[in-house]
């Protein structure tokens, strides 16, 4: 599964941004899906997950009420809806692929580039 985020950029805080992960190479719908994000000198964190028919979902306590992850099999794409920003949300975010449905990093087997979203104050 190749995986391909987008939609990073800057905001000011308060505001909002969508971020788009696109796969080929495999349909997602057998996947859990996941959003993690990297701040700079910071260990890469869960954000949140949702399981591969969409009923599921969890967060990080971090971003509870403000994230949003959803998915469209059809499209083969998950997104991250992201609402009421901070500065704390600054980092490279990142869309994973995987058969288990943990929060950490070592549970996704396929993972995309990144998309750096920066929020200012």
């Known amino acids: 599964v190749q995986l391909q985020a987008s939609g990073g950029g800057l905001v000011q805080a308060g505001g909002s941004l969508g971020l788009s992960c696109a796969a080929s190479?495999?349909?997602?719908?057998?996947?859990?899906m996941g959003w993690f994000r990297q701040a700079p000198g910071k260990e890469r964190e869960f954000v949140a997950r949702i399981s591969p028919s969409g009923g599921s979902t969890i967060y990080a306590d971090s971003v509870k009420g403000r994230f949003t992850i959803s998915r469209d099999n059809a499209k083969n794409t998950v997104y991250l809806q992201m609402n009421s920003l901070e500065p704390e949300d600054t980092a490279v975010y990142y869309c994973?692929?995987?058969?288990?449905?943990?929060?950490?990093?070592?549970?996704?087997?396929?993972w995309g580039q990144g998309t750096l979203v920066t929020v200012s104050s």
């Open positions: 190479g495999r349909t997602l719908s057998a996947y859990y």
């Open positions: 994973a692929a995987g058969w288990l449905a943990g929060m950490q990093v070592n549970e996704y087997a396929y």
